[in-house]
């Protein structure tokens, strides 16, 4: 048990550095090139999959929608971005949800940021009309 727990902390560690030095002109560029948004993402889903989320979740201007895993934002920003619906991005590390928090209000996005494990949220059962994750389990 002590060498998960060691394991959990090293990866939040690695993610907190990566969040804290990823915010740099060529790392948003590639992201752009390749996601097709520069939203902070580090995975694989594209801005075509992610729409397609939005579909699949029917959620509009009257949703809520959580972002579990978010890191800096990707993509529960752009899903609110393109659907309207209300969001809260959640994640462990602090400096992953606050940079995307920053990200949302640059574009005028009334994001919720919640530093918080999948394991044990915060929440209130039925808050919210969608749950997404994106590249969490790989």
């Known amino acids: ?45 594209d801005t075509t999959q992610v729409e397609h989320f939005v579909d699949l979740l029917r959620v509009g201007s009257d949703d809520r929608v959580l972002e579990l895993g978010s890191g800096a934002g990707w993509p529960g920003v752009y899903i609110s971005k393109v659907s309207g619906a209300a969001v809260v991005i959640s994640d462990i590390p602090w400096e992953g949800v606050s940079w995307g928090l920053g990200r949302a209000r640059a574009d005028g996005i009334d994001a919720i940021a919640v530093a918080c494990s999948g394991i044990a949220l915060p929440f209130k059962d039925a808050m919210f009309d969608g749950v997404t994750h994106s590249d969490v389990l790989c």
């Open 1 to 45: 048990m002590e060498d998960a727990k060691n394991a959990e902390e090293d990866l939040v560690e690695r993610f907190r550095d990566y969040y804290v030095h990823s915010d740099h002109a060529v790392l948003r560029e590639l992201e752009m090139r390749t996601l097709g948004a520069d939203y902070g993402g580090n995975g694989y889903t």
